[in-house]
C-alpha cells in the first residue's frame, strides 16, 4: 500500500538512456556516474541496470563500497580519490580506482611499498579550478606516478568542463584545447566529457565519457528538456489529493498566510512537501498534474503539504493522482520554478518517499 508520495522510476528508460550515449559516442568507452545515491534514483538499483557500462564513478569511498559489497565486479572509479592513508586502505581492500588531483595524495601514494594494486586517473585542472592539478605540473606529476610502486600502469588522464552546458563556450574550447595540446603524445586512456560535453562539444568525446545527468533523462542544458533531446525521463514523482475545500474571496492560505485568495476557488492539498524533496521554494504557480492536467502551486511548500489550485477541476477529490514531476511534466520545468537546477531535485528526493520500480 503506498501513502503519501512516491517515485516511479522506468528502469527501460535507463537503457534507452544508455543507448543514446552509445550512439552519441560510439567509439567511446562509458563510466555511468551514479554518484549521489544514482543522482537520487538508488545507487544498487541503477547499476544493476546499468550492468553494460565499462565503469562506474562514484564520488566517495563509501559508495564505491556499497557497490562491491552488493557484488558489483565493474571498476569503480573514486572522483574525489582518498584524502588519508586509511582511505587509500579501504580503496585497495575494496578494489576501488582513484583519482589523483593533489600533491598531498602523490606524496601518500609515493609511500607505498605493494606492486602494482591501484588504478589511477591523474586529473588535469584546466580551468575549472576545482579538483586538479595545474598543466604546469602536469608532465612532472605523471612522472612521479609512474615510478610510483603501487600504481598500476597506465595511468588514465582527465579533465572536467565547467561550462559545456553553453554553446560555443570560450572556457569550454580552452580546456578542451589545453587537455589535448598537454596529454598529446601519452599513449594512455584519457577523459573529458560529462553530459553535456557529450551532447554538444564532439572534440570532447576522447577515449571514456562519463555520463551523469543524461543517465537519468534528465537534460544538462538549461533551456531544454531530456525529452527533446530524445532522452526518457526516468523518475516521475507521484502522490495524490488528501482534502479539496472552498476558499473565499479575501482569505488567506497556508504559513505566513502570503497567498491571498483575489478570486474564491476550490484548493486542492497534496501529500508532498519539502520533507519529501519536494523543493521549498517553488514558485506559485509551479505546475502541478492533478488528474493528468495542470493546475498551479499556490501559497507556501510546507514539510508535507502543498497547495494547489483547482479551479479547473472543481469536482477533484481526495485520493485522485498527483504528478510533480515526470514523463509529462519536466523536472527541468520544475526545478527552473524553484529557481534551481534539475540535479537538485532529483538528488534531494528523502527516506519517506517510496520508490516503485517499472
Ligand atoms: C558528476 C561528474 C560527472 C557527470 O556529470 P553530469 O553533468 O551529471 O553528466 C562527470 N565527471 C565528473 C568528474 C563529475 O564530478
Not at 586538479?132 to 603501487?150: P, T
Amino acid at each position: 500500500m503506498i501513502v503519501g508520495a512516491y517515485a516511479v522510476l522506468r528502469l527501460d528508460a535507463v537503457r534507452h538512456n544508455l543507448a543514446k550515449v552509445r550512439a552519441l559516442a560510439p567509439a567511446a568507452k562509458v563510466m555511468a556516474v551514479i554518484k549521489a545515491n544514482g543522482y537520487g534514483h538508488g545507487l544498487l538499483r541503477i547499476a544493476r541496470v546499468l550492468a553494460d557500462v565499462d565503469a562506474f564513478a562514484v564520488a566517495r569511498v563509501d559508495e564505491g563500497i556499497r557497490l562491491r559489497e552488493a557484488g558489483c565486479t565493474h571498476p569503480i572509479s573514486v572522483l574525489e580519490g582518498f584524502t588519508t592513508v586509511d582511505a587509500l586502505d579501504t580503496m585497495l581492500r575494496y578494489q576501488l580506482d582513484t583519482v589523483v588531483h593533489c600533491f598531498e595524495q602523490l606524496a601518500i601514494l609515493q609511500n607505498r611499498p605493494e606492486q602494482a594494486q591501484l588504478s589511477v586517473w591523474l586529473k588535469i585542472d584546466t580551468g575549472m579550478n576545482r579538483l586538479g592539478f595545474k598543466a604546469s605540473d602536469f608532465a612532472s606529476v605523471y612522472q612521479a606516478l609512474q615510478q610510483c610502486v603501487i600504481v598500476k600502469s597506465p595511468i588514465g588522464l582527465m579533465t572536467h568542463l565547467a561550462s559545456a552546458d553553453e554553446a560555443d563556450d570560450d572556457l569550454t574550447c580552452r580546456q578542451i584545447h589545453l587537455f589535448n595540446e598537454i596529454t598529446n603524445g601519452y599513449s594512455v586512456p584519457r577523459s573529458i566529457a560529462n553530459s553535456a560535453g557529450l551532447m554538444a562539444w564532439q572534440e570532447a568525446l576522447s577515449d571514456w565519457v562519463r555520463p551523469g545527468v543524461m543517465l537519468y533523462g534528465i537534460s544538462p542544458f538549461p533551456d531544454r528538456t531530456g525529452r527533446s533531446l530524445g532522452l526518457q525521463p526516468v523518475m516521475s514523482l507521484q502522490s495524490h489529493l488528501i482534502a479539496v475545500k472552498p476558499i473565499g474571496k479575501g482569505e488567506t492560505l497556508g504559513y505566513g498566510g502570503s497567498w491571498r485568495c483575489e478570486k474564491s476557488t476550490t484548493v486542492g492539498v497534496v501529500a508532498i512537501g519539502y520533507g519529501d524533496g519536494y523543493p521549498r521554494y517553488a514558485k506559485v504557480g509551479t505546475p502541478v498534474l492533478v488528474n493528468g492536467q495542470r493546475v498551479p502551486l499556490i501559497g507556501r511548500v510546507s514539510m508535507d503539504m502543498i497547495t494547489v489550485d483547482l479551479a479547473s477541476q472543481p469536482h477533484a477529490k481526495p485520493g485522485d493522482p498527483v504528478m510533480l514531476w515526470g514523463n509529462e511534466l519536466p523536472v527541468e520545468e520544475i526545478a527552473d520554478c524553484a529557481n534551481t537546477i534539475p540535479y537538485t531535485l532529483v538528488c534531494g528526493i528523502t527516506q519517506r518517499v517510496q520508490f516503485i520500480e517499472v
